[in-house]
């Protein structure tokens, strides 16, 4: 029997995935994520056996407790969050404690009542992400046993994506930039070994992924590259990709971003308009970085 096709994308935050999930759950029917975009489902189970892998910081259980409820509000697209289980398989579904064998059953179910109209299911949890190599490889036989797995990720111009992360809260801006404008740009920077915001670090996690799923099935996808040209992506998905959504981030307009419908998560934090060239000569060891794994640096990314 022929395996299942599975999307898993693994972020990264506020560079796009939205409008990504839009792009091919919406405009060209490729794939469906089942109730909603991201329920976390892998980290919430890699949560639950913390003495195995190590601590997780962000429990996102109770996001998970609330997917069969939550994804019927207004804010996104009921089309592209529709199924067909029942009250009593939801309940089933999304309770805990979790496991990969539900997951994978899920995922399975769903298949059989999308699969006439899409090419496949997928996970578009950003949280996805943030998996320790040791999980997914644990996890990795199970799941390709029956799923035939494609790994997307998308980068944006880093500099950018860590000015939308920092400031997405309203309720921090303020603070966050008079402290910027002093010339402190720890507003960027978290406790982890490299001084940043972990998900800044776009080759560890693509390294990750290459090792679990294969480098050949693992699809680093630049932002502002797709939006103009979609080849790559088509190629990569093995299907034509005729348009994209519209994207708050491009073209990038800082405080002038348009309001689209269904992409608040975008434009909330674009009120302050960035300083590009002061930030890009603080970080610049970030694209160093990602020219050692990548072997250059996007165009795209250098204007």
Same mark, same amino acid.
């Given at each position: 029997?022929?395996?299942?096709?599975?999307?898993?994308?693994?972020?990264?935050?506020?560079?796009?995935?939205?409008?990504?999930?839009?792009?091919?759950?919406?405009?060209?029917?490729?794939?469906?994520?089942?109730?909603?975009?991201?329920p976390h489902w892998l980290d919430v189970i890699q949560f639950e056996q913390q003495e195995k892998y190590g601590k997780i910081k962000k429990d996102?259980?109770?996001?998970?407790?609330?997917v069969p409820t939550s994804y019927k509000k207004k804010g996104k697209p009921s089309e592209i969050q529709r199924t067909s289980f029942t009250s009593?398989?939801?309940?089933?579904?999304?309770?805990?404690?979790?496991?990969?064998?539900?997951?994978?059953?899920?995922?399975?179910?769903?298949?059989?009542?999308?699969?006439?109209?899409?090419?496949?299911?997928?996970?578009?949890?950003?949280?996805?992400?943030?998996?320790?190599?040791?999980?997914?490889?644990?996890?990795?036989?199970?799941?390709?046993?029956?799923?035939?797995?494609?790994?997307?990720?998308?980068?944006?111009?880093?500099?950018?994506?860590?000015?939308?992360?920092?400031?997405?809260?309203?309720?921090?801006?303020?603070?966050?930039?008079?402290?910027?404008?002093?010339?402190?740009?720890?507003?960027?920077?978290?406790?982890?070994?490299?001084?940043?915001?972990?998900?800044?670090?776009?080759?560890?996690?693509?390294?990750?992924?290459?090792?679990?799923?294969?480098?050949?099935?693992?699809?680093?996808?630049?932002?502002?590259?797709?939006?103009?040209?979609?080849?790559?992506? %088509?190629?990569?998905?093995?299907?034509?990709? @005729?348009?994209?959504?519209?994207?708050? $981030?491009? *073209? +990038?307009?800082?405080? #002038?971003?348009?309001?689209?419908?269904?992409?608040?998560?975008?434009?909330?934090?674009?009120?302050?308009?960035?300083?590009?060239?002061?930030?890009? %000569?603080?970080?610049?060891?970030?694209?160093? @970085?990602?020219?050692?794994?990548?072997? $250059?640096? *996007? +165009?795209?990314?250098? #204007?």
């Open positions: 029997m022929a395996k299942i096709k599975l999307l898993l994308n693994v972020g990264i935050p506020y560079a796009a995935t939205t409008p990504l999930w839009y792009t091919l759950a919406w405009d060209n029917k490729y794939c469906h994520t089942g109730h909603c975009k991201e996102r259980r109770g996001w998970f407790l609330k009593e398989e939801e309940q089933y579904f999304f309770s805990l404690p979790t496991s990969i064998e539900k997951y994978i059953e899920y995922f399975k179910k769903h298949w059989d009542s999308v699969k006439n109209e899409y090419q496949c299911v997928a996970d578009f949890s950003n949280s996805n992400c943030t998996l320790t190599k040791d999980f997914m490889m644990d996890i990795r036989d199970q799941i390709l046993d029956v799923f035939d797995v494609k790994v997307i990720m998308v980068f944006r111009d880093p500099v950018r994506r860590l000015w939308s992360s920092s400031f997405c809260n309203e309720n921090h801006i303020f603070w966050e930039f008079e402290n910027y404008k002093k010339g402190d740009v720890s507003v960027f920077r978290r406790d982890t070994k490299r001084g940043i915001e972990s998900l800044a670090n776009y080759d560890v996690i693509y390294n990750n992924h290459c090792a679990v799923w294969g480098k050949q099935n693992v699809f680093p996808a630049i932002m502002e590259k797709i939006w103009k040209d979609t080849s790559e992506l %088509s190629n990569f998905l093995g299907y034509k990709i @005729d348009k994209m959504h519209r994207n708050v $981030y491009y *073209p +990038e307009l800082g405080s #002038k971003s348009p309001h689209y419908e269904y992409l608040k998560d975008q434009w909330v934090g674009e009120t302050i308009d960035i300083d590009y060239d002061r930030l890009r %000569s603080k970080l610049e060891w970030l694209y160093t @970085d990602f020219e050692r794994t990548f072997g $250059y640096i *996007p +165009e795209e990314w250098t #204007k």
